[in-house]
């Protein structure tokens, strides 16, 4: 079955550049998530998109900005890339409409700043 | 406090043995509840999902659940060396809603 799919799998930056991380969900599947986990931490909500329109908001910072297009893959913006921006981020797809909110995780990106 | 608590172990089981992770919660609002299982470096995988009270099975694990007390947990029958891993609890409130996650239990299954 196909799966959410991340680009990059891995990033490096040196700080105060800027980075895009893409996802593609799961096919029919309207509803992204992102996530960020660092080292030896579970993972923590960023943003959220329903039908390409934002539906939760959580601990992301002002330097980072995301959208969802029109075929329903999701791009997220990180500007002045600092060295505790080093982490995994996951982007998770679900079918809002199917009423059992289960995310599916992608592989994840592993961004280093240096 | 933490939304979503777990006992971050390790918890070391011989091979073979059932392995106990328990999860509490403190949003009352909370409507799913899965298990996740995350290898170091990996993503989190999918092991089982739980809306109602009471236990749902699959295979080797079962997870139950009890609104009530706010208390998920997870038992892994005839544990395996390759179920060593972290396992995270995760909620979320009805809807398109974000998870919360607990900070996971390390389970090590020693052959």
């Known amino acids: 079955a196909a799966g959410v799919i991340q680009s990059p799998r891995h990033l490096i930056k040196e700080k105060r550049e800027t980075a895009t991380l893409k996802c593609y969900p799961i096919?029919?599947?309207?509803?992204v998530y992102w996530y960020q986990q660092g080292p030896g931490q579970d993972p923590q909500f960023l943003i959220s998109f329903y039908e390409k329109m934002q539906s939760d908001k959580g601990s992301i910072p002002d330097r980072f900005s995301a959208q969802q297009f029109s075929d329903y893959h999701s791009e997220l913006n990180m500007s002045s890339l600092e060295l505790g921006d080093s982490a995994l981020y996951f982007c998770?797809?679900?079918?809002?409409?199917?009423?059992?909110?289960?995310?599916?995780f992608g592989p994840g990106t592993r961004l280093t700043v240096l | 406090q933490k939304e979503v608590e777990q006992n971050s172990g390790p918890l070391s089981v011989p091979e073979g043995a059932i392995a106990s992770l328990n999860c509490t919660y403190s949003?009352?609002?909370?409507?799913?509840f899965f298990w996740y299982r995350q290898y170091s470096g990996k993503s989190p995988e999918l092991i089982m999902s739980?809306?109602?009270?009471g236990d749902k099975e699959d295979g080797r694990f079962t997870a139950q659940l009890n609104k009530a007390s706010q208390y998920v947990s997870l038992l892994i029958r005839d544990s395996q060396p390759s179920d060593s891993a972290t396992y995270l609890c995760?909620?979320?409130?009805?809807?398109?809603?974000?998870?919360?996650f607990g900070k996971g239990t390390r389970l090590s299954v020693i052959a």
């Open positions: 096919p029919r599947h309207d509803t």
């Open positions: 998770a797809s679900s079918l809002g409409a199917s009423g059992t909110d289960t995310q599916y």
């Open positions: 949003d009352r609002g909370s409507q799913s």
């Open positions: 739980i809306y109602s009270n």
């Open positions: 995760a909620v979320n409130r009805p809807g398109n809603t974000p998870l919360v």
